[in-house]
């Protein structure tokens, strides 16, 4: 089995390098980049997932992310690692398409974890769940043989994450685009919405974790791994 190719973006080579031995000794190909020139030159080598530091001495991972989630083809899957834990700079990466967001001290071994469960969730999200439709015209949602039971805006909420699996939404997100823009709702009643279509998920025979909470951001529709 071919391993997957992972591209280390980080200017600080004692990082750098232990992250990339301890991808190695997990049986990841890694390769490292610097800067982000050198980054886009190794990018134009096949790679299945981006660790990426938002400092860079010749600009910001931002710049990165936008970048590659603006392709037409099959991108890498992005963790971003950064000194930054604002919550505005979390939510920014995520809403960008990042896929993970993780805050500077960490070990080797939790970011070889967090690349393991990227990784898993892209297999799946490119296999697809072909349990679980939903038909616009038809305004019918179910899960294998047995039809869901939903309401308007649960229909409208499965719809949106089922539109872009493994996107991360946020609930401001949700609220402009199920509801409106400018709906006033509390994060409350969006979790409520969410707990119900898990219930029925589950009801119907399928895992309520197709639903996964990314903590303190919103909502992305997995592939039924724990939420």
Not at 71 to 76: G, L, M, T, Y
């Amino acid at each position: 089995m071919t391993q997957s190719s992972v591209l280390v973006v980080e200017d600080e080579p004692a990082i750098a390098e232990s992250i990339a031995y301890a991808l190695g000794k997990a049986e990841l190909t890694a390769r490292q980049a610097g800067t982000l020139e050198r980054a886009r030159a190794e990018l134009l080598a096949p790679t299945d997932l981006l660790l990426l530091d938002l400092m860079l001495p010749d600009g910001s991972g931002f710049d990165l992310i936008a970048e590659v989630t603006q392709r037409s083809e099959k991108r890498p899957a992005i963790i971003v690692l950064s000194s930054r834990d604002a919550e505005a700079d979390r939510v920014r990466a995520l809403e960008m398409g990042a896929d993970d967001y993780v805050v500077k001290p960490f070990s080797p071994r939790e970011v070889v974890a967090r690349v393991k469960a990227v990784l898993r969730r892209a297999l799946t999200t490119e296999r697809g769940d072909p349990m679980l439709r939903v038909a616009q015209a038809t305004r019918r949602a179910s899960y294998g043989a047995h039809e869901l039971e939903l309401t308007r805006v649960e229909f409208e909420l499965l719809a949106l994450l089922l539109g872009k699996p493994g996107h991360v939404f946020t609930r401001t997100n949700i609220i402009d685009l199920v509801w409106g823009p400018g709906f006033a709702l509390s994060d409350r009643t969006i979790d409520s919405h969410i707990k119900a279509l898990r219930r029925e998920i589950a009801r119907a025979g399928g895992p309520p974790a197709l639903i996964e909470t990314v903590r303190g951001v919103g909502y992305r529709m997995g592939g039924g791994h724990d939420a």
